[in-house]
């Protein structure tokens, strides 16, 4: 079965230092999430990406947050300064169709901001 | 201000006993979603609702759109069912529910 795909599996960093979450979606797939996971809580939505432009952010998803496709098959959430309750797991998941039948999830990117 | 509720938190039953969690969601979701995170924490989605019912081996999700109610089932569980079980509501974004962590035990 095709597996969307995120690096790295952990990423330990600095607070106030920029990180790049990267994430590679199954290549026929049209609509792109971000999410992210506290440990203990639940998931959140960050952010929706379709046709190259962000169609739904949540509250999180300030201007701390970006997200990019640059090349057509990556698609990547940036921190610019990280702060110590960014620390969760990230999941970034595809889907083909707004309300498709399965919501593919990458296995998340543990950031930890000390 | 779109919500989705689930029950139980935690569930604890024995190996082959039939399973049932209960999702309920507020108004202005169009379909729902059940998720299975594995103790490792990765994401796999199980089904996905906007009317009526569906199987897949073990796996039973009903869900009635009046009521705003969904159910997951397992029927003849086994300790690898063990995992949380999220219930995910649908509309311009996805809202998550806190999910269910199930444990069988052998």
């Known amino acids: 079965e095709p597996e969307v795909t995120q690096t790295p599996s952990h990423q330990v960093t600095q607070m106030g230092q920029e990180v790049i979450l990267r994430c590679v979606p199954i290549?026929?797939?049209?609509?792109f999430y971000w999410y992210r996971q506290i440990l203990g809580q639940k998931v959140e939505f960050l952010v929706s990406?379709?046709?190259?432009?962000?169609?739904?952010k949540s509250e999180i998803f300030d201007d701390q947050f970006s997200v990019e496709r640059p090349d057509g098959s990556n698609f990547t959430l940036k921190i610019r300064s990280t702060k110590l309750e960014d620390s969760a797991m990230y999941f970034c998941?595809?889907?083909?169709?707004?309300?498709?039948?399965?919501?593919?999830f990458g296995s998340g990117t543990q950031l930890s901001v000390l | 201000k779109n919500e989705v509720e689930q029950s139980p938190q935690n569930l604890t039953a024995q190996e082959g006993e039939f399973i049932t969690i209960n999702c309920s969601y507020s108004?202005?979701?169009?379909?729902l979603h059940w998720l299975q995170q594995h103790p490792g924490g990765g994401i796999v989605s199980l089904f996905m609702?906007?009317?009526g019912k569906k199987k897949h081996g073990r796996l039973i999700a009903t869900i009635n759109i009046q009521e705003k109610h969904s159910s997951l089932h397992i029927t003849a569980s086994h300790p690898r069912d063990s995992a949380v079980y999220i219930c995910?509501?649908?509309?311009?974004?996805?809202?998550f529910g806190k999910g269910t962590r199930l444990h069988i035990l052998p």
């Open positions: 995910a509501g649908r509309d311009d974004k996805i809202i």
């Open positions: 108004v202005g979701i169009s379909a």
């Open positions: 998941a595809s889907d083909w169709d707004l309300l498709g039948e399965k919501l593919f």
């Open positions: 609702l906007s009317s």
């Open positions: 990406f379709y046709n190259n432009e962000i169609s739904e």
């Open positions: 290549s026929n797939h049209l609509y």
